[in-house]
């Protein structure tokens, strides 16, 4: 069973276009969620770790601003707009349980972006 | 600048070999260094993660060790199988919580021939 699922799988983004994705958590004993980006041939970076329902975070990088949502214990989104032309960014999430050597961390299969 | 560095970047070893994979890192503090493997088109999947000052662990063919003072991790495959063909990626975390910034590598490639 998969841990992580998350929607779309991959979009084709029209440039000036926002884009909004979810990542949804199957057991909520998972409560910490992040979003990480990754650019072509370039290493995994991240982005935002939320905790809680209404917890909110806006971060602006080279090449997107991004805003992370955690809209319920199960549920965390990413809207990432005012991305570059031509960029291929790979966006996933992860649920982790912290505790020592029994720390844990799942990621979902990510999404693919593509800006036009 | 690149705080954590793995080497090789990619590596061919036969069916049943052994193989080592190396971490070297520069993030301060270091509280935290966890292996994930990696397969095309998938998530990230944890393989171990490692805590102490000198510490070692053990998950079925996959044993790490990590070397805080050298800042230095190694990744042991045993037994090599066609499966175990994918990237592994070394990845330091700076806090002992989720609230800390979480340091990649760019990863191993790892190909496993029959």
């Known amino acids: 069973v998969t841990l992580l699922e998350q929607n779309p799988r991959w979009r084709l983004v029209p440039r000036g276009q926002a884009v909004n994705l979810r990542c949804i958590l199957k057991?909520?004993?998972?409560?910490?969620m992040s979003w990480y980006q990754q650019d072509l041939q370039k290493q995994l970076q991240w982005l935002f770790t939320?905790?809680?329902?209404?917890?909110?975070?806006v971060k602006s990088l080279p090449g997107a601003d991004y805003l992370a949502t955690r809209v319920t214990d199960t549920e965390l989104r990413l809207q990432v707009a005012n991305m570059s032309q031509g960029r291929t960014l790979y966006c996933t999430c992860?649920?982790?349980?912290?505790?020592?050597?029994?720390?844990?961390?799942?990621f979902g299969p990510g999404t693919r972006l593509l800006v036009l | 600048k690149t705080q954590v560095e793995q080497s090789p970047q990619s590596l061919v070893v036969r069916q049943g070999e052994n193989c080592v994979l190396q971490?070297?890192?520069?993030?301060?503090?270091?509280?935290?260094l966890r292996w994930f493997k990696q397969d095309t088109g998938k998530g990230l999947v944890s393989l171990t993660v490692?805590?102490?000052?000198?510490d070692k662990t053990s998950n079925g063919r996959y044993s790490a060790t990590l070397d805080k003072d050298a800042k230095h991790s190694t990744l042991h495959i045993t037994a090599t199988l066609l499966d175990d063909t994918a990237t592994y990626i070394c990845?330091?975390?700076?806090?002992?919580?989720?609230?800390?910034?979480?340091?990649f590598g760019a990863g191993t490639q790892l190909i496993v021939i029959p």
């Open positions: 490692l805590v102490d000052q000198k």
């Open positions: 990845v330091v975390g700076d806090r002992g919580s989720a609230l800390g910034r979480l340091h």
């Open positions: 057991n909520s004993q998972y409560p910490w």
């Open positions: 992860s649920a982790d349980a912290w505790g020592g050597h029994q720390d844990t961390q799942y």
């Open positions: 971490c070297n890192y520069s993030v301060t503090p270091d509280n935290h």
């Open positions: 939320l905790r809680s329902p209404g917890d909110k975070e």
